[in-house]
């Protein structure tokens, strides 16, 4: 872990301040524009930004205590070479960074990458059956040729198959843990998790030190549901942590996918029920992740029209379409619809029409970028 920097430091105490949630956080840094500048403001104007309640306001009189606290932490991450990523840290997830539930701070083990060009998210049931298994080591051979990184949460049964698989297959893999980094739970995969260092990682939002609770674990399904492009549930009971990170993932407006299984069998209840209820697609395959992700091997073809004169050939419409996305590299439908003024029925139109000329494409949770 390389040495913490100012900015670091404050970020870090911020997140330490009782009544401070995501909301507040970013609040706070839309109207400061630093940890450092909130907590330097003095009281009469810091009680003026919205949400700012007079019980954080009192909290924040005792800066130097959480400063410190934020300083004995990193003291403690740096000996146990476990990194923290705060907000403004370029490492930071910008998968997360669009949830209004993220977490302020990340606390990280490994060589992984946490902004990959894929990722998959693969979950299921810890009772997991050898047709499970088998399904997890079969998904991930597929997706190999495409190198996403596997994220799931180190749990018994499909979890832990598919760290074990993306090992098997050199894919790097990331588990997101319900624990602090220097604490693997379950003991008895600290050998999967530390042949995951070395490509791949271990996260969490919880510091060293911290009680394991119960909680902790569907708290931390959000992150698993937050960095997935996709998500598959292999298998799942009725209930389980499983389906809350498929219905997490769901509300985030991601590809879910759910695997089909034995009407009789109680471990593929949970699946075929979000199937049914269309919260998740039927997975029959590596096509379905490459035409929800738009996951496309590299060419040799010619291109026989200049992108140039294909951009010359746009309505006024599509024009401002194409001007926008290159502006703001990445957008949301509904962002877009909301920028240019449009029905979404028309906007749709617009953008299938530009994808077929190969001018935009579309990106996981309903979001275009120009090619």
Same mark, same amino acid.
């Given at each position: 872990?390389?040495?913490?920097?100012?900015?670091?430091?404050?970020?870090?105490?911020?997140?330490?301040?009782?009544?401070?949630?995501?909301?507040?956080?970013?609040?706070?840094?839309?109207?400061?524009?630093?940890?450092?500048?909130?907590?330097?403001?003095?009281?009469?104007?810091?009680?003026?930004?919205?949400?700012?309640?007079?019980?954080?306001?009192?909290?924040?009189?005792? !800066?130097?205590?959480?400063? @410190? @606290?934020?300083?004995? /932490?990193?003291?403690?991450?740096?000996?146990?070479?476990?990194?923290?990523?705060?907000?403004?840290?370029?490492?930071?997830?910008?998968?997360?960074?669009?949830?209004?539930?993220?977490?302020?701070?990340?606390?990280?083990?490994?060589?992984?990458?946490?902004?990959?060009?894929?990722?998959?998210?693969?979950?299921?049931?810890?009772?997991?059956?050898?047709?499970?298994?088998?399904?997890?080591?079969?998904?991930?051979?597929?997706? $190999?040729?495409?190198?996403?990184?596997?994220?799931?949460?180190?749990?018994?049964?499909?979890?832990?198959?598919?760290?074990?698989?993306?090992?098997?297959?050199?894919?790097?893999?990331?588990?997101?843990?319900?624990?602090?980094?220097?604490?693997?739970?379950?003991?008895?995969?600290?050998?999967?998790?530390?042949?995951? /260092?070395?490509?791949?990682?271990?996260?969490?939002?919880?510091?060293?030190?911290?009680?394991?609770?119960?909680?902790?674990?569907? !708290?931390?399904?959000?992150?698993?549901?937050? /960095?997935?492009?996709?998500?598959?549930?292999?298998?799942?009971?009725?209930?389980?942590? $499983?389906?809350?990170?498929?219905?997490? $993932?769901?509300?985030?407006?991601?590809?879910?996918? $759910?695997?089909?299984?034995?009407?009789?069998?109680?471990?593929?209840?949970?699946?075929?029920?979000?199937?049914?209820?269309?919260?998740?697609?039927?997975?029959?395959? /590596?096509?379905?992740?490459?035409?929800?992700?738009?996951?496309?091997?590299?060419?040799?073809?010619?291109?026989?029209?200049?992108?140039?004169?294909?951009?010359?050939?746009?309505?006024?419409?599509?024009?401002?379409?194409?001007?926008?996305?290159?502006?703001?590299?990445?957008?949301?439908?509904?962002?877009?619809?909301?920028?240019?003024?449009?029905?979404?029925?028309?906007?749709?139109?617009?953008?299938?029409?530009?994808?077929?000329?190969?001018?935009?494409?579309?990106?996981?949770? @309903?979001?275009? @970028?120009?090619?």
């Amino acid at each position: 872990m390389s040495k913490p920097n100012e900015t670091q430091h404050h970020e870090l105490a911020l997140s330490l301040i009782p009544q401070i949630g995501p909301a507040v956080y970013r609040n706070i840094i839309a109207y400061t524009g630093s940890a450092y500048n909130f907590l330097e403001l003095p009281n009469g104007k810091a009680a003026k930004i919205p949400r700012i309640s007079q019980r954080l306001l009192s909290w924040r009189k005792e !800066k130097t205590s959480f400063l @410190k @606290k934020a300083e004995e /932490l990193l003291e403690i991450c740096l000996k146990k070479n476990i990194q923290v990523i705060t907000i403004s840290d370029p490492q930071f997830p910008q998968r997360l960074k669009s949830l209004e539930d993220m977490p302020m701070v990340i606390f990280s083990k490994g060589l992984s990458d946490m902004n990959p060009k894929r990722t998959l998210g693969i979950v299921g049931t810890r009772n997991a059956s050898e047709y499970g298994r088998n399904i997890t080591r079969k998904i991930i051979e597929d997706v $190999a040729p495409y190198n996403p990184t596997i994220i799931s949460g180190l749990a018994y049964g499909i979890d832990i198959e598919a760290h074990k698989a993306a090992l098997q297959f050199d894919l790097p893999t990331l588990a997101v843990l319900g624990s602090s980094p220097d604490q693997i739970y379950p003991s008895i995969h600290k050998n999967t998790a530390l042949s995951m /260092l070395e490509k791949g990682g271990l996260i969490s939002e919880f510091m060293p030190g911290s009680e394991m609770h119960p909680t902790n674990f569907p !708290k931390r399904n959000r992150i698993i549901a937050g /960095l997935s492009d996709a998500l598959i549930v292999v298998e799942a009971a009725k209930k389980g942590g $499983a389906l809350i990170t498929a219905e997490i $993932a769901y509300s985030y407006n991601k590809e879910v996918f $759910a695997v089909p299984g034995n009407l009789q069998s109680t471990y593929s209840e949970g699946c075929n029920n979000l199937i049914r209820t269309m919260k998740a697609s039927i997975f029959t395959g /590596l096509k379905d992740l490459e035409e929800a992700l738009s996951w496309s091997k590299e060419t040799n073809g010619v291109e026989t029209k200049n992108k140039n004169e294909t951009i010359q050939d746009l309505d006024s419409i599509e024009k401002k379409i194409y001007e926008i996305l290159v502006e703001s590299k990445e957008l949301e439908i509904d962002q877009l619809a909301f920028r240019m003024e449009l029905p979404l029925s028309v906007l749709a139109s617009k953008l299938l029409n530009m994808e077929f000329q190969g001018i935009i494409r579309a990106m996981p949770g @309903k979001k275009y @970028k120009v090619v």
